[in-house]
């Protein structure tokens, strides 16, 4: 059953012969009394709140409701149906514990949507996480591993590709963020459509609407044809929004709008077009820090985070480091023409123990370096540390001394960044790709820094 609670009879007959068109059962409720009075003969298997269901707008009546709401049926779903003025008040809703909030006027098919993914989540079980169970229900093909925390992660992604949720991906760079993100379309409905990628750290404040939400001929100087944005050729799919954290401020405005809305209007065109995706974001940021900063919206944050999935780094999952080296090798074994290649057991061990701040990235090209400059089919340890004279050396000196770090207070967090950036680029003679990849960051994030600390750089690189 569907409780739908609003006082506008409206609204009431709207949303009511929309969902019993749908297949669901409706009780109707225009405030407090009528709801526990139906609370009380039956439970709802979700609940549509609206903020204001009185004649004060404040909101403040539907917010008690809520929270009354959540202390009797804690494991029920509520979605807000919500006004663009009341969207603070949405976000206070989420985190009162709403799964969503709908804004008005709302689009049917959206709203639908949006009930069937509260619903799907609520009743979906967890299976034990057992990696053959998984590769047997779901397409994890290009994830490799067996540790807990990541079986913990596939069965959740399990749980949740086949609904339209949006996902939320954290981790440090290099974890593979991406990998889930195509894991989670290709366990969805979706997967015969598009999966598009946005890397949102790689594109200017200036060039944000153009890029996504496209552009008609004449928007701009050199707009000398129509070009179609992102949204729109992901439209049925599945849209990749990667490094969410690095958007500046009025991109998380123009962006917001289209994930409310699910419409956009092209650069230059006066025509409202509408959208049909699934929304898929990751960042190596911490965004809960950079809302209490002010320095990320809260209102995008609650939009994009109905599920959240932290990837863990690789020392977190060191037993995880050999199956991801034989995958690599047998990978290199097929395009390198080398099919007598493998790594020694001891290697192998030598490899767990690696300082690997790049994580599975890192990993990957330290055994493909190894593989193109050794002439032995079987591995050794000392093969990869001949060939990275630079990580030897560390390594030598992790042995011997321990990490050596400056003195607390003698430097700041800036000066630190600033002097490593200044090593990276010395040692890797100003390439600017090289020097992104080493410090574990996009080059859009280090072009930024490098202004801010006055570092020269090739802008061609």
């Known amino acids: 059953m569907l409780l739908i609670i609003d006082d506008d009879i409206a609204i009431q007959t709207s949303l009511s012969l929309l969902f019993r ?8 409720a225009d405030g407090p009394f009528e709801t526990f009075e139906i609370m009380a003969e039956e439970t709802p298997e979700l609940i549509l709140l609206d903020m204001n269901f009185s004649v004060d707008t404040s909101g403040d009546d539907g917010m008690r409701l809520l929270r009354r709401i959540r202390e009797q049926l804690p494991n ?32 049917n098919d959206y709203l639908v949507q949006s009930v069937r993914t509260a619903l799907n989540l609520a009743q979906s079980t967890p299976a034990s996480p057992n990696r053959r169970k998984l590769d047997q229900q779901f397409r994890f093909d290009n994830i ?53 990628k946005v890397n949102l750290g790689g594109i200017s404040s200036s060039l944000f609407e153009s890029e996504l939400f496209g552009h008609v001929r004449g928007a701009f100087t050199d707009a000398k044809t129509d070009r179609v944005g992102r949204f729109e050729l992901a439209n049925k799919g599945s849209i990749f929004l990667d490094e969410i954290g690095d958007l500046d401020p009025s991109s998380q405005v123009k962006l917001l709008r289209v994930l409310q809305d699910r419409t956009f209007e092209p650069l230059g065109s006066s025509k409202s077009r509408s959208v049909d995706v699934r929304i898929i974001c990751a ?27 932290r990837l863990p780094a690789l020392r977190e999952r060191p037993s995880d ?27 192998q061990k030598w490899l767990k123990n690696l300082s690997l701040p790049g994580n599975i990235r ?29 990580m030897a050396s560390l390594v030598a000196h992790d042995r011997t001394a321990g990490l050596s770090l400056p003195d607390v207070g003698s430097l700041t967090l800036e000066e630190m960044e600033y002097q490593m950036i200044q090593r990276a680029m010395a040692f890797h003679q ?32």
């Open 21 to 28: 068109k749908e297949g669901f059962t409706v009780r109707l």
């Open 76 to 107: 029920v779903p509520v979605i807000l149906i919500t006004g663009w003025g009341s969207i603070d008040l949405a976000v206070e809703g989420m985190k009162a514990g709403a799964k969503d909030f709908i804004t008005k006027p709302w689009q």
């Open 144 to 196: 490799v591993g067996e540790d807990p925390n990541l079986l913990d992660i596939l069965t959740t992604i399990g749980r949740v590709s086949p609904t339209d949720a949006p996902v939320l991906i954290t981790g440090e760079s290099g974890t593979g963020k991406e990998l889930i993100a195509e894991a989670i379309h290709q366990n969805s409905r979706r997967h015969r459509q598009p999966f598009v």
């Open 283 to 309: 960042t190596n940021r911490n965004l809960e820090d950079m809302v209490s900063k002010g320095q990320f919206r809260e209102d995008l944050f609650y939009r994009i985070n109905l599920i959240s999935v």
């Open 321 to 347: 480091i050999p199956l991801l080296v034989t995958y690599f090798v047998n990978n290199l074994k097929t395009i390198y023409g080398r099919p007598d290649l493998r790594v020694s057991t001891l290697a």
């Open 362 to 390: 890192q990993l990957k090209n330290v055994v493909e370096r190894t593989v193109l400059l050794s002439a032995n089919d079987e591995l050794q340890s000392d093969d990869f540390e001949r060939n990275l004279p630079q």
């Open 430 to 461: 100003n390439r600017v790709a090289k020097v992104a990849r080493a410090l574990g960051i996009t080059r859009f994030a280090l072009y930024r820094r490098l202004e801010k600390f006055g570092i020269p750089y090739n802008s061609e690189d």
